[in-house]
């Protein structure tokens, strides 16, 4: 495991942020990079659109595109991390939770543009009694992103919640779950899968619609690629350990 260092936070704190900190109910939004210099324009300006209480915390898995670079001159927190999404997401929700008094954790993919209305719906479930959820995904892109769009609405269904949702939950209820194991695959699914088991009833769907990028399957290779997604979910919930499915996973990219 990588050695990461927390005070690591890289800002320039004589460049203007639009975020401000004055609301009691604070959420911290934690967002996961990794070389996404050219996604993070539109995802910090949705961001913006927000108005969160609390700057947004960047978790960067060791980009080498000028990520950081770039969050830096425009004052945004940015920490380091071990790459990978499960291990990226533990760190920020450990260092949110131990520097700041945010009483909610959101955490939103770098390619992922929530709607303006969306911060102030989570408040509103977790004040009436939600512990944690996930907003409504749509992919935006052709076909594909409109078939999984669908297909990501069945599953809901059953419980089944992904990170392209933007999981939300009460910092206390994270820490009791245990929070995001630093797994490879599917990191979304055990913590969701742990949260509903403490307190079923406590999770919820909002009709508040998060944007999600469908770069990763869109075009002539969607049915090869969600043959193997699906491939994988099978295995994992047969028991397979996700670091050997993100071997096999690799292998094949």
Known sequence: MADVRFPVLLRHSNVHSPFHSESTNRVRIIVPVYNERQALPETVRSLEALGPDLPPLFVDGGSTDGTV????????PVIPAERGRGAQLAAGARYALSRSDAGILWFVHADCHPEP????????AVESGA?????????????????MT??????NRFGLFYGDATLFVRADAY????????QPLFEDLDLVRRLRRRRRNGFRRLPVEVVASSRRFDGPRFPLVFAQWIILQALYWCGVPPRVLAKAYRAKR
Do not use: D, M, N
């Open 69 to 76: 670079e770039w969050l830096a001159q425009r004052g945004l």
């Open 117 to 124: 209305g969306a911060l102030t719906r989570i408040r509103e």
């Open 131 to 147: 512990v944690a959820g996930a907003c409504t995904l749509r992919f935006s892109g052709g076909w594909a992103a409109r078939w």
């Open 150 to 155: 669908w297909f990501y609405a069945l599953v």
């Open 175 to 182: 820490e009791a779950s245990g929070g995001y194991k630093q």
